[in-house]
């Protein structure tokens, strides 16, 4: 290229009312020629090699071949046929000389710059090595991107996401990049550079605050394995219930239930409390815990008639003759009377009602009996005796699991009558009404 350029400069002297522009003129052309040729170059290496490439990654099983070719890191390589071109070019207005130029006497210096830029040379290998270092920032996005979608396939990833490594990875990866384009302008090495980052270190600290802590809670909820993508999560405290969808280095997104997104900071997870509901999903069982409030002035012992009608209930005919003949064999031994109804032993409407709840939930299709399975009563309160389910459906989709709820309390709100129960249900205004029209 120098060989062009003092070929143009020579002719255009040569020829009248352009001997005062030669020198300028030549290099722009000698510029126009470089930067053609550099295009030239790329457009012929970008679609040579991206078409060998793309063709082989086709025809291989592996998918890794074809997720490098989608995230443009072959294309990225490609710029390095333009950026070699500019670097050994970039010295085509600059003499060549056995020693360095500030070694020569000012008059052969003097001399030399009536045919050369001196200083153009400096400039364009300065933006060459920027354009290089700007290749390497945009290929390594680009590896890193197809790496973390790689790794996305595997198997490990859903328990390991390393999303937040690969942004930490890019961070560090621009920040040197940055360091050593201002070093390239400036003319300064990198480690004095470096060093002098040192006295900015509190500074540093303080703006990536969050990234650092977003960085170590990330390690450990990865360690710890506390939270991955696809768990479903619920923190109060942030408004988030709902299933991970992504994982960053500083954030946590979590979609809820009503089709909303929260973000979370990731070092909030390790900081605060959540919930994650991945055991219940991996026990195969989702809990159903809810009460029915039964109304104490309905509850009573029975009498042979309540017995004798109770024990015409096949689910429970078995439980109430056995409970009535240990009740009998009891008081008989103990010599109590039936006047003395307040020492002999009775059954009562709601414990036969609560048998029969345990009865009816083994026998539910729909009910593992495997884990946790109580009929219980609660602590009386000023809204009646609270008679509690605990146990868990098989199946946790959550439509399923509601109708599975539903279905059920449907019937027990249904069958409770059928115990001389009444439900406790606060006055309405037609409790009251009706109350006011008997007086």
Known sequence: MRTVYKFLLDHLRDLEGLSFFAKPISVIVCIIIIVLAAGLAHLITRKILLQIVSRIAKRTKTTWDDILVKNKVFKGLAHLAPAFIFYFTSNFAYPVLHQELSELDPSVVEILSQDYYLSLAGILLKLTQVYFTLIIVFVSNSFLNAVLEIYDTTDYSHHRPIKGYIQLVKIFVFFMSGILIIAVLLEKDVTGLLAGLGAMAAVLLLVFKDTILGFVASIQLSANDMVKIGDWIEMKSRGADGTVIDITLNTVKVQNWDKTISTIPTYSLVAESFNNWKGMEESGGRRIKRSVNIDMASIRFCDTDMLNRFEK????????????????????????????????????????????????????????????????????????????????????????????????????????????????QEPTGADISRAISRI
């Not at 429970?316 to 056995?322: E, S």
């Not at 008989?332 to 020492?343: A, G, N």
């Not at 989709?397 to 309390?409: G, H, L, S």
């Open 313 to 424: 209930f096949e689910i429970i005919r078995d439980y109430v003759k056995q409970k009535e003949s240990e009740i009998t064999d009891y008081n008989t031994s103990k010599h109590i009377s039936e006047e003395d109804v307040i020492s002999r032993r009775r059954q009562t409407n709601v414990g036969i009602f609560r048998k029969y709840l345990e009865v009816y939930l083994h026998n539910h299709p729909m009910i593992r009996q495997d884990l946790t399975f109580l009929v219980r009563q609660l602590h009386p309160t000023s809204k009646g005796l609270p008679i509690e389910i605990y146990v868990f459906s098989k199946d946790i989709v959550w439509a399923n699991y509601e109708a599975i709820q539903a279905d059920i309390f449907d019937h027990i709100l249904a069958v409770v009558p059928e115990f001389e129960l009444k439900v406790f």
